[in-house]
């Protein structure tokens, strides 16, 4: 941080991140559509925070991302996922069985949608909490990568 | 690409050069000694596979691919090598010729076996005429999804999928108490206040003449 040799990537990576944020959300919704999902935009989104770690210092990403944060959200992305299953379950159908989130006859598929896409969203925690769970669990114990070390 | 054939001709050229490069950046990988090159390399290995599963229209393949095998695991990568040394450690003259012996002998069968193959894209192989042909009749009845990629592994294999989410976050909690949660003293530093409580932040800040 205190030598800024590094200023053009430092400029354009404050411009990129927060497009691979977005680009990471354009995935995640987009998945019924198109190619994607949330696995990918999981890990899209923990590549930007990575590239963050990597321009910006692991300590910065630490105070923006919380490593307490990342390991929660790797738990709490499959309670999500799991959670669905018993909604499913407690709404009468078998787990994970879409169709009976809102008791709708087949042919209707509201609860297909929307099943999908919770599941999604908890495969987009699990996976990002997980990645940045591991960056940081090898990144933390190197506190600065230096010019040198390449 | 109006043309039928010149558009074959086409592909089958986009299909020589991504492999050529996947096998040019192979060898490269096994014969340099660098870590940090080789690191990158594999990088590149799965970005240009990442490509050639466009190619043969693995677009979601090809997609995780190019985020995880490219992006992903690169970085894990690199920080596990900065825990290690630069180089690889050199071996003995002939201790690769037996491995070198079993790639040569695996290869020769792969590529005897692939002459049964079907040819891509075939409409009577079992890929297409089995399950994947039922997936596609019944997807849009069934679940109103356009992408059938995705009614697969979150409708018809949610199963599936809830167990992979569990193995990824089995992966990253093993990893977490492998490393003894690693973090943690940089985490009490930056509670503490800015200073790194390394060693190496002792020594006279140098940066600007070890970059040379």
């Known amino acids: 941080m205190n030598s800024d040799h590094h200023i053009i990537l430092r400029a354009v990576s404050k411009m990129l991140i927060p497009l691979i944020i977005l680009y990471a959300f354009y995935v995640q919704f987009h998945g019924d559509f198109g190619p994607g999902g949330g696995f990918q935009a999981g890990i899209i989104i923990a590549v930007g925070i990575i590239l963050y770690a990597l321009i910006f210092g692991v300590p910065a990403a630490m105070r923006a991302v919380p490593p307490v944060f990342t390991r929660s959200l790797a738990a709490v992305g499959v309670i999500i996922y799991a959670g669905v299953g018993f909604w499913a379950l407690f709404s009468g159908g078998n787990f994970l069985e879409y169709q009976a989130l809102f008791h709708e006859p087949p042919g209707e598929h509201h609860g297909q949608h929307i099943g999908i896409m919770v599941i999604e969203i908890g495969v987009l925690c699990g996976v990002a909490g997980a990645m940045l769970t591991i960056f940081y669990a090898f990144a933390g114990r190197v506190a600065e990568i230096r010019d040198k070390d390449w | ?212």
Do not use: C, H
């Open chain 2, 1 to 212: 690409m109006s043309d039928p054939v010149q558009a074959d001709i086409g592909l089958a050229l986009v299909n020589i050069l991504l492999l050529g490069i996947l096998f040019v950046v192979a060898l490269s990988i096994a014969r340099i000694r660098s870590l940090f090159a080789i690191v990158m390399l594999s990088g590149v290995y799965s970005l240009v596979s990442a490509v050639w599963y466009v190619v043969v229209d693995a677009v979601d393949v090809a997609f995780t691919e190019a985020a995880v095998g490219a992006g992903m695991s690169t970085v894990v990568l690199l920080g596990a090598m900065l825990l290690t040394s630069r180089t690889v450690k050199p071996d003995k003259k002939f201790a690769r010729l037996g491995p070198a012996l079993v790639v040569i002998a695996t290869g020769i069968m792969l590529i005897y076996a692939s002459v049964d193959l079907p040819a891509l894209g075939d409409p009577t192989s079992p890929v297409n005429t089995g399950v994947g042909l039922t997936y596609l009749q019944v997807n849009w009845a069934d679940t109103g999804i356009p992408n059938v990629v995705t009614s697969v592994l979150g409708s018809y294999r949610g199963y599936d999928t809830l167990g992979e989410t569990s193995v990824v976050f089995i992966a990253g909690l093993a990893v977490a108490l492998l490393l003894g949660f690693g973090e943690r003293s940089l985490a009490d530093s930056i509670r503490k206040g800015d200073r790194l409580p390394t060693p190496r932040e002792s020594e006279p800040a140098k940066d600007e003449d070890d970059a040379s």
